[in-house]
């Protein structure tokens, strides 16, 4: 069972790149690496997922160094609206069908400041 | 637009009522989860499926069990409600391994 760590919280102000690292020393060779987003009151939504090296979409960037022992969700120029919880989660194989639980941690809480 | 709907945004029960949360999918997907969050806890899985009529035990599954009958639907039961299942609860799907998953917009349920 692949665990991740992250920090429990992070403060940043407005125009700031804020980047949110997670370890996950356990990974295995097909798992996957993907953060979500949570606000307040609503269910957690899909940011960004990777394998290696980098990935960029309109949101974020997703850094995964070659060991794959940790990633780096990157935000660039945060506003206030950013403020939520961010959760990293590592696909965790179960054989028979392929399906794999998703797993979440306690997540980071990023609050932005004016 | 991909939709996960939760059939209550709020609920509120007595104890030892047993309580339905059904929730609905309109993407064909394979997989589908429940899971409750509390303050400071994060999410925490209850039990998920796989398949129609198949199943497996999350990490807190006791005091709840569930049911898909359809592929697009995954119900969670509480058989006999408590104050400690308070919470918000949460359901999610998802297609292949690997993809994206899709959460509902959760349940609050107070049981009194």
């Known amino acids: 069972l692949a665990k991740t760590t992250q920090p429990i919280s992070m403060d940043s102000y407005e125009g700031q790149e804020v980047n949110i690292t997670c370890s996950h020393n356990n990974i295995a060779t097909n798992d996957y690496i993907t953060w979500y987003q949570q606000f307040p009151s609503q269910g957690p939504r899909f940011i960004i997922q990777?394998?290696?090296t980098k990935v960029t979409n309109e949101v974020a960037s997703l850094f995964i160094p070659a060991d794959r022992k940790s990633s780096t969700l990157s935000l660039p120029r945060v506003s206030l609206s950013d403020t939520a919880v961010y959760y990293c989660?590592?696909?965790?194989?179960?054989?028979?069908?392929?399906?794999?639980?998703?797993?979440f941690g306690a997540g980071t809480r990023l609050a932005v400041h004016p | 637009d991909v939709k996960v709907t939760q059939s209550s945004r709020y609920l509120v029960k007595r104890t030892g009522e047993k309580v339905f949360l059904e929730c609905v999918q309109d993407?064909?997907?394979?997989?589908m989860f429940w899971y409750r969050q509390d303050p400071g806890l994060g999410l925490r899985l209850i039990y998920f499926?796989?398949?129609?009529?198949?199943?497996e035990k999350g990490d807190i599954p006791e005091g709840y069990s569930v049911s898909r009958e359809k592929k697009e639907r995954f119900s969670l039961i509480l058989e006999s409600a408590s104050t400690n299942q308070t919470s918000m609860y949460l359901c999610?799907?998802?297609?292949?391994?690997?993809?994206?998953?899709?959460f509902g917009q959760g349940t609050r349920l107070t049981v009194v």
């Open positions: 499926s796989y398949d129609v009529k198949m199943k």
């Open positions: 999610a799907s998802r297609g292949q391994r690997n993809t994206e998953a899709f």
């Open positions: 990777g394998y290696k």
């Open positions: 993407m064909d997907h394979e997989n």
């Open positions: 989660l590592v696909g965790d194989r179960v054989w028979a069908g392929g399906y794999n639980k998703l797993i």
